[in-house]
């Protein structure tokens, strides 16, 4: 995998909003390659992060000064920039530097009169998350500049990735500043393509009609277009992670992607076997109890257990099709007569507007008792914020899908982030993930898809979409579209096929109902074989690729 070390950068600063700050997808992508990463790179990587204040709970940082060079410290030190040192709690605990953004917001209304002087970035209708994204993106890029021009050599070989929108004008301030720094832009989803998502239009009938300036002038999303446009044209290297968002890149943002870099996974993170099985045990147990004592009905060991997940985007992720899925499942079992016969525990894991635990639920789970009665809202773990607003319980509701005896399809919404402290679980998501039978994941737009890959590493078959750079790349890997018994199902999605993608899902958890547990061994097996073709061991070099695009582009720049 590693290249000649004379074609290898001799520093890579990987710049994210969701360093060292779990909100989404790239902390995952960022954390899961770090240590593969270093050490095709020589341990020459280093992450920059936001520093979001000492009082916030970070317990994947640990400051350590001795972590970089003494002379960066200084750097920065006498450069007055603000910036804890230290190490990444994640595999390989690569070095990072987390930079504290606050002081730059005084001065925000000069520097985006700067950004739109220079590089066209109109910030004018700027609102909610983007000035602290920007002034953090630009203090990255001022920290790497202090850096370069105070403790490298002209020669050096500095490449500088910036992931997504948030990190982009630092980006693009550091290239003007220091030339020779290579620069590599890395979206990972387009702003358009998420928001023309959200706003219910269909993106794929109209793809090639839409015009990503004049959208984001409808959709109010100017500012963060214009930093994404402007950062992927003016970037050395220009990468994404799928061939669906490199169609993003072309049509929306105005440049084909340099490079493709598919998400990988560190399947060291999975346990051995002896454990992994003690692990699942242990998951299934605690699932079953508290959603029993939630239902007030004993769900038996044998219960399937079937999941969705992920960031909170009710139609991006497909959780509207998923729930239409499970009434379409619950009435068929009602209509055969199978009601009566094993049951269906089908849990949606999205993180939601969470008050507190249930405390009826806690009552419940340490009493031991047995309970005949569902306590109130029998769908949901915790109480929320704004439950009558809420559209995954609004939707549990209108499915119909109350949890009652008749019903042998349970849904429960576990609707907190599975850090280990919930309250109610008190486990994390790798550990939950292990008591699965099933995970779907039927996205409508995913531009790579995180969730189906860590069920594969952690043996659990899923279903999920051709809308998702995954389920494209396992039909490639596999030469044929995914089926169950590949270890992953890939189901045809566009824009008219919502009930039949509903369908399809009702009739492959069915399946698992009634496989022969040499089936179910067989999916689990071939799950598995799935993640080891997607280990980051064999995705790197794509990076590797990227680094030399950038560097030779810089080189010629400047020479």
Known sequence: MKRNKNSLPDWVFEVSWEVCNKVGGIYTVLSSHARVLQD???????????DLGENISNRDFREDRNAVDVKWIKAADTAGLKVRFGRWLVPGEPPCMLIDFKPFMAGKDDIYARAWELFGVDSLHAYGDYDEASM??????????????????????????????????????????VPSVSTVFTTH??????????????????????????MASELNMEAKHSVEKRAAQGADCLTTVSKLTDRECEQLLGRKADVILPNGFDLSIVPAPRKFAAIRRAARKKLLKVCSALIGMQLEDDTLIVSTSGRNDFRCKGFDVYMQSLSLLNDYLRRTGRSAGRKVLALIEVPCWTKQPRQDLKERMVSGEEYSL????PMMTHELYNTNEDRIVQTIQHMGLWNTTADAVKVVLIPCYLDGDDGIFDMKYYDLLTANDLCVYPSYYEPWGYTPLEACAFRTPCITTDLSGFGRWVCETLGHVGRLEDGVEVIHRDDDNYFGVAGNIAQTIDTMLTARATEVRKYRAQAGKIAENAQWENFCSCYLEAYKVAMDKATKLIS
């Open 374 to 377: 569902p306590l109130d809202m």
């Open 189 to 214: 989803a387009t702003s358009m393509g998420r928001s023309i998502t959200g706003n219910g239009k269909e993106l794929y009938k109209y793809f090639t009609g839409y015009d990503g300036d004049q």
């Open 40 to 50: 095709a790179l020589d341990s020459r990587l280093v992450f920059i992060g936001p």
């Open 136 to 177: 953090f993106s630009y203090a990255a890029g001022r920290l790497v500049e202090v850096v370069c021009r105070e403790t490298m050599d002209a020669d050096s070989r500095i490449v500088y990735q910036a992931h997504e929108w948030m990190s982009g004008l630092g980006m693009l301030f550091l290239k003007k500043a």
